[in-house]
T-cell receptor, first 114, second 113 residues
Framework: GENVEQHPSTLSVQEGDSAVIKCTYSDSASNYFPWYKQELGKGPQLIIDIRSNVGEKKDQRIAVTLNKTAKHFSLHITETQPEDSAVYFCAASKGGGGSYIPTFGRGTSLIVHP | DADVTQTPRNRITKTGKRIMLECSQTKGHDRMYWYRQDPGLGLRLIYYSFDVKDINKGEISDGYSVSRQAQAKFSLSLESAIPNQTALYFC????????????FGPGTRLTVL
């Protein structure tokens, strides 16, 4: 089955700095890669996703990149703000027989210091 | 109002007790899921259902059972709770056409003493 590794487990930055979270996956058939943000006391919420036919996607201060050859994808947050502090999860899944059942990474706790 | 709701939000119980966690969604989604979250282990899939008559085991189904009472309702049961089932439990749903994006509830914190 799919295996998703996520690093680092904890990331501490100063407000205004950039933050990068990296994930690797094992199943070359995976073709959908969402990122979820979990704020304290809440459930995870999708913040951005990327499909295997795209190498990069941006949405304001966040971006995701995908390297299919190396089987890794990354989340980039620029100009970090205290409200970006949360746990971030990457996931990988595939359609067809996989029916987009995601395998999640173990999460990254991002702390943005004012 | 929240699209995916879970009850109860917090529950403390004793070893050996039967526990049911309930989930409802108003998004009209056909797919529903139950996950368990433990510190440092991420989200692990317990069971999932693609429609009312479809129930599938996930990665860690032992000790759990589910019931899909209606398209909008999916409950998780612990027949005889044990301390290592202490965790945060999340329900999620996803819809057509691809069912790829999941929408999570607020979670139920379960403590088994």
């Amino acid at each position: 089955g799919e295996n998703v590794e996520q690093h680092p487990s904890t990331l501490s930055v100063q407000e205004g700095d950039s933050a990068v979270i990296k994930c690797t996956y094992s199943d070359s058939a995976s073709n959908y890669f969402p990122w979820y943000k979990q704020e304290l006391g809440k459930g995870p919420q999708l913040i951005i996703d990327i499909r295997s036919n795209v190498g990069e996607k941006k949405d304001q201060r966040i971006a995701v990149t995908l390297n299919k050859t190396a089987k890794h994808f990354s989340l980039h947050i620029t100009e970090t703000q205290p409200e970006d502090s949360a746990v971030y999860f990457c996931a990988a899944s595939k359609g067809g027989g996989g029916s987009y059942i995601p395998t999640f990474g173990r999460g990254t706790s991002l702390i943005v210091h004012p | 109002d929240a699209d995916v709701t879970q009850t109860p939000r917090n529950r403390i119980t004793k070893t050996g007790k039967r526990i049911m966690l309930e989930c409802s969604q108003t998004k009209g989604h056909d797919r529903m899921y139950w996950y368990r979250q433990d510190p440092g282990l991420g989200l692990r899939l317990i069971y999932y259902s693609f429609d009312v008559k479809d129930i599938n085991k996930g990665e860690i189904s032992d000790g759990y059972s589910v019931s899909r009472q209606a398209q909008a309702k999916f409950s998780l049961s612990l027949e005889s709770a044990i301390p290592n089932q202490t965790a945060l439990y999340f329900c999620a749903s996803s819809g057509t056409p691809l069912g790829d994006t999941q929408y999570f509830g607020p979670g139920t914190r379960l403590t088994v003493l």
